[in-house]
């Protein structure tokens, strides 16, 4: 390992400045999120993350799967500048605007399927999301649709609606949106079914088949499934293949759209430039944010011209395509197609391998899953009853932050890794021996 500066923790944690704008964080900011711990960020540069104390942390995050080209990265911030002196505004809801329609082509030819697609641009994931349940009640004029248990999708109301990872963020609001059905997903380390993907043969699909479809929801009404390649915030679950093949081919048996949300999953991310390409699916809609524009507000939902036929005024956005985001997205794309996505394959292949042997090693570490960059293990009580431990995976957390590295949960018992995709070996190496310093002093029992 060569000698890198970071991460560099001088004071106590939370430190003296920390403190303080934490206590007017309590007194101003709506309370509503959750922070897992208190990191208050001062600046960023490619993978650490400096709070206002001066403590340098080796950032695992990637800001929530978001800086996938590092934080701050130098072309990134020339393109936003540069743009930001040229035009910084002028609603693309009511005119036209030469870098959406550059990225818009850009999307349209990146994104799986090899046909024309148009682009409808948001500021949020959420927003996407808001945009593909809309366009695919209209398009079909069918009104039900089908996700799964622990996906999230976001937290406005109708992203909401098809949200089912932790009761708190559905807590209170409902009603929701109706005619939204949750089924398993293939969750198969805790198979809803009790089977196992050698045997099962996608019990989970062949039950929307030959029960669902049977009993309470004619396919006929169905105008979507709503599916993360690979569930993201409800714990970086990689469903088998044969998963998604099943699933989509269900689609085409009965005319449902088969939408793919990779907000998460998406722009590299996995190692290919959308999880859709390790599945051989060509959803026909694509929702993209986090990711796709290295930390500026964007999102994007993307169709075939034949689905995307709403009529003006069916939807629009103020600030959806902003030309700042849209330049930052052009670089970030570039970025990823110059070599990122491979970095991402690359060290993910070698960080899954070095994770594997902390699971065969951790009697608490229970499984160890993920694409890329896009990486989970699940802690566990013990392998056998794989009682979820939550509070054992929120103190390995803590334990991490204060060794100055930052990582995330998912899940109900998932520690998840989705570092910048510019890392290097030796930033999973220095985040590997942390994090089994962690399970180690996890194990002896300091808490
Ligand atoms: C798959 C997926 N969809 C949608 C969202 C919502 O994105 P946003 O928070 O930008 O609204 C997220 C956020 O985590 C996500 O992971």
Not at 233 to 257: C, M, S, W
Not at 302 to 322: C, D, Q, R
Not at 334 to 349: H, M, S, T, V
Request: some cysteine; proline content about 5%; overall charge positive.
């Amino acid at each position: 390992m060569t000698f890198k500066s970071y991460p560099c923790i001088r004071t106590k944690l939370p430190g003296p400045n920390a403190v303080q704008y934490l206590e007017k964080e309590k007194k101003y900011i709506s309370p509503s999120s959750t922070k897992g711990y208190p990191l208050v960020v001062k600046s960023a540069k490619g993978m650490v993350v400096t709070d206002v104390d001066d403590n340098i942390f080796l950032d695992f995050t990637s800001g929530v799967a978001v800086c996938n080209t590092g934080h701050n990265h130098d072309q990134i911030v020339a393109s936003i500048s540069s743009q930001a002196s040229t035009l910084i505004h002028m609603s693309g809801a009511d005119f036209y605007n030469p870098l959406q329609i550059q990225l818009a082509e850009k999307l349209s030819a990146i994104c799986p399927g090899s046909y024309t697609k148009r682009v409808f641009f948001g500021n949020s994931g959420a927003e996407s999301v808001e945009a593909a349940f809309k366009l695919a009640r209209y398009h079909t004029k069918r009104s039900i649709v089908i996700a799964f248990y622990n996906a999230f999708h976001g937290r406005t109301m109708g992203a909401l609606s098809l949200t089912a990872s932790k009761l708190n963020q559905r807590k209170h609001f409902l009603p929701l949106i109706p005619e939204v059905i949750h089924i398993p997903y293939a969750y198969c380390y805790r198979c809803h079914y009790g089977l196992t993907p050698d045997n099962c043969h996608m019990a989970c699909v062949t039950w929307i088949r030959e029960e669902l479809f049977k009993t309470k929801v004619p396919p006929e009404d169905v105008a979507a499934i709503f599916v993360e390649i690979i569930q993201g915030e409800g714990g970086y679950i990689v469903p088998p293949k044969e998963f998604h093949k099943a699933l989509y081919q269900l689609t085409r048996d009965f005319n449902i759209l088969y939408i793919a949300d990779e907000a998460q999953s998406g722009m590299g991310r996995t190692g290919r430039m959308f999880a859709s390409e390790h599945f051989d699916i060509v959803p026909d809609i694509i929702t993209l944010a986090k990711g796709i524009a290295s930390g500026l507000p964007l999102s994007a939902m993307v169709a075939s011209e034949k689905i995307m036929n709403w009529l003006p005024g069916s939807h629009a956005s103020t600030f959806g395509g902003n030309p700042v985001s849209c330049q930052a997205a052009l670089t970030t794309i570039r970025l990823l197609e110059e070599g990122l996505i491979d970095n991402a394959a690359k060290q993910g292949n070698y960080m899954i391998n070095e994770l594997k042997k902390l699971e065969r090693t951790y009697p608490i570490i229970g499984d160890v899953r993920g694409l890329g960059l896009m990486l989970a293990a699940e802690i566990v009580k013990d392998k056998q009853t794989k009682e979820y431990v939550p509070e054992v995976r929120d103190s390995i957390i803590q334990k991490a932050f204060s060794k100055g590295l930052l990582l995330l949960g998912c899940g109900r018992s998932a520690i998840r890794f989705c570092p910048p995709l510019i890392l290097a070996k030796d930033d999973v190496d220095i985040a590997l021996s942390i994090f089994k310093e962690c399970l180690v002093e996890t194990i002896q029992g300091k808490f």
